[in-house]
């Protein structure tokens, strides 16, 4: 499959439309409120100076409370936190109708999110998901990476991202919550959902510049094969997986102490004499290959 690495996001027609809305609304009412205060402005006595200047404070107060309300009739802003920001990254999925965009470092959806994400595929919807490139080392099962890719969605890998946002055409939120199962159920989050179209032209400028980036890459089914590995402490050959570079046996010796300065005999990912650690598992030379995305 063929992937386009630029994606160029746009502000939501839908917005548009609303902000367009608005505007007539408000400049019908502003016409009646004009209109009204030129009608009172000349049955006021003009030598009534203090009722000439209450009139125009009532006038301005009026103004202001019209224009709040309006605000809060086409924009809606709210603040989110734990499970309202796993219900409102599904309704953000299950309610696009031409695209979504999910930003997260780490991945690990469930199957839950990601048979909701294959269905909006199914459905026409464009999807575009965006990690660090380490997530598939750490933290997703390569088996939900392929089927999301084999689904049609459209992966992208950047060594330093560390940004939470998620869109479709109308909606967006951004907080601190990943795409992570214990994010959602053993973390305390916090973020907030809107759709106002200011806060999208930031966030849209902000994806595509990540997806321009010279060193964000497609995530292929590769990335998410198992890879080889090897102990740190016995040199044993594992499964590659940077937060777990140790072995079950030598894990088991570690977990007695869990001293995360202990000093190993090898790299986790090539095998070569190194002083790794369970936080560094990686000897220079492969630390750098992991950061550019090789």
Same mark, same amino acid.
């Given at each position: 499959?063929?992937?386009?690495?630029?994606?160029?996001?746009?502000?939501?027609?839908?917005?548009?439309?609303?902000?367009?809305?608005?505007?007539?609304?408000?400049?019908?009412?502003?016409?009646?409120?004009?209109?009204?205060?030129?009608?009172?402005?000349?049955?006021?006595?003009?030598?009534?100076?203090?009722?000439?200047?209450?009139?125009? &404070?009532?006038? +301005?107060?009026?103004?202001?409370?019209?224009? %709040?309300?309006? #605000?809060?009739?086409? *924009? /809606? =802003?709210?603040?989110?936190?734990?499970?309202?920001?796993?219900?409102?990254?599904?309704?953000?999925i299950n309610r696009a109708e031409d695209y979504i965009c999910l930003v997260s470092?780490?991945?690990?959806?469930?199957?839950?999110?990601?048979?909701?994400?294959?269905?909006?595929?199914?459905?026409?919807?464009?999807?575009?998901?965006?990690?660090?490139?380490?997530?598939?080392?750490?933290?997703?099962?390569?088996?939900?990476?392929?089927?999301?890719?084999?689904?049609?969605?459209?992966?992208?890998?950047?060594?330093?991202?560390?940004?939470?946002?998620?869109?479709?055409?109308?909606?967006?939120?951004?907080?601190?919550?990943?795409?992570?199962?214990?994010?959602?159920?053993?973390?305390?989050?916090?973020?907030?959902?809107?759709?106002?179209?200011?806060?999208?032209?930031? &966030?849209?400028? +902000?994806?595509?510049?990540?997806?321009?980036? %010279?060193?964000? #890459?497609?995530?292929? *089914? /590769? =990335?998410?094969?198992?890879?080889?590995?090897?102990?740190?402490?016995?040199?044993?050959?594992?499964?590659?997986?940077?937060?777990?570079?140790?072995?079950s046996n030598c894990f088991k010796s570690w977990a007695v102490q869990k001293d995360?300065?202990?000093?190993?005999?090898?790299?986790?990912?090539?095998?070569?004499?190194?002083?790794?650690?369970?936080?560094?598992?990686?000897?220079?030379?492969?630390?750098?290959?992991?950061?550019?995305?090789?």
């Amino acid at each position: 499959m063929t992937v386009q690495k630029e994606k160029h996001f746009v502000a939501p027609s839908l917005s548009l439309r609303y902000v367009s809305t608005s505007k007539y609304i408000f400049a019908a009412l502003l016409v009646i409120l004009v209109e009204w205060l030129h009608y009172e402005w000349y049955h006021l006595n003009s030598s009534n100076v203090i009722g000439n200047g209450l009139f125009l &404070i009532f006038f +301005y107060v009026i103004s202001v409370a019209v224009v %709040d309300w309006l #605000r809060k009739l086409f *924009v /809606d =802003d709210r603040l989110l936190k734990n499970i309202e920001l796993r219900n409102s990254i599904s309704k953000i999925i299950n309610r696009a109708e031409d695209y979504i965009c999910l930003v997260s470092p780490y991945l690990n959806l469930g199957n839950e999110l990601t048979e909701s994400i294959i269905k909006a595929v199914g459905k026409g919807v464009e999807v575009t998901l965006i990690h660090n490139s380490r997530a598939v080392e750490q933290n997703s099962p390569p088996a939900e990476i392929k089927r999301l890719l084999e689904a049609g969605c459209h992966l992208y890998h950047h060594p330093n991202l560390h940004a939470k946002v998620y869109f479709n055409e109308r909606y967006f939120m951004m907080g601190s919550v990943n795409l992570l199962i214990g994010s959602f159920e053993n973390s305390f989050e916090l973020g907030m959902i809107s759709n106002d179209r200011n806060w999208f032209q930031q &966030i849209h400028k +902000y994806t595509n510049d990540i997806l321009a980036s %010279d060193i964000t #890459r497609p995530t292929t *089914v /590769d =990335d998410a094969e198992p890879r080889a590995g090897f102990c740190i402490r016995c040199k044993s050959e594992i499964r590659y997986d940077y937060s777990h570079p140790y072995c079950s046996n030598c894990f088991k010796s570690w977990a007695v102490q869990k001293d995360t300065t202990s000093k190993e005999a090898n790299c986790h990912h090539c095998g070569a004499e190194y002083e790794a650690t369970i936080n560094e598992p990686l000897c220079a030379g492969c630390a750098k290959g992991a950061v550019s995305g090789q």
